[in-house]
């Protein structure tokens, strides 16, 4: 991946407040362009973003989705950008077909990797466009059950968060996500700790929105570090 970057792209990084510095002192135009793309692609905390020399986007890449994914996720991420084929034999593990499926990598937990962490944004309101704010936590190689332990902190932005941990249940019209444990109005600058027993190993989605009654369009960060320990 290296002779990749080095080889194929131009790479800098820079502080989103240093991106608003620069764009408003920039007397260059392309250079104010530049300023004005990044700030329309910037995803809070942490992206990367891949533009062409004529700044059109090619790829973008949240924080979360780049830890989970490893270098072969990003090297496939750059590929994809320059237009090559690029192999998927490490994306998220197949879910049956009447099983909706949030698009964000899951968080699989093992007796042998048991913790998780997820850093992301809150959704603007619940199951907004669809899946919005929507994550799995993967528990299958716990089959004979145990402790889902969620310990929720959120950033010190003006938005306060709602988190629910949900189970997915059969029923007459196909499949229901039911909450069982929450954490609603979470205060920024806040820790929240979410316990959950389950019976068996099963995929688990975790919801993360902004707390009804927020106003404004802010937003917040949150981090969310996720244990499990098997039944004694």
């Not at 570090?225 to 004694?232: G, H, K």
């Amino acid at each position: 991946m290296r002779s990749l970057l080095r080889e194929r792209f131009v790479n800098a990084w820079c502080l989103a407040k240093e991106v608003e510095r620069l764009g408003a002192a920039a007397s260059e135009p392309r250079l104010a362009a530049l300023c004005r793309t990044l700030r329309e692609n910037y995803q809070y905390p942490v992206d990367t973003l891949v533009l062409s020399p004529t700044l059109e986007r090619l790829a973008h890449r949240g924080v979360n989705e780049a830890i989970t994914d490893g270098a072969s996720g990003y090297a496939r991420m750059l590929r994809g950008a320059l237009g090559e084929p690029t192999a998927a034999k490490d994306d998220a593990p197949a879910v049956s077909s009447n099983v909706p499926t949030p698009g964000k990598r899951p968080v699989v937990l093992t007796p042998a990797s048991p913790k998780g962490e997820l850093l992301d944004v809150l959704a603007p309101a619940k199951f907004a466009g669809g899946m919005g704010g929507i994550f799995t936590i993967d528990t299958r190689a716990f089959p004979d059950g145990g402790t889902l332990t969620l310990t929720i902190r959120t950033g010190s932005a003006e938005a306060s968060g709602s988190f629910e941990l949900m189970t997915l249940r059969r029923h007459a019209g196909g499949m229901a996500a039911m909450p069982v444990a929450r954490a609603h109005g979470v205060a920024p600058s806040t820790t929240r700790r979410l316990v959950h027993r389950f019976k068996r190993g099963e995929r688990f989605w975790f919801g993360a929105w902004r707390a009804d009654g927020t106003t404004g369009d802010g937003t917040n960060a949150f981090q969310v570090l996720v244990e499990a320990t098997p039944r004694e």
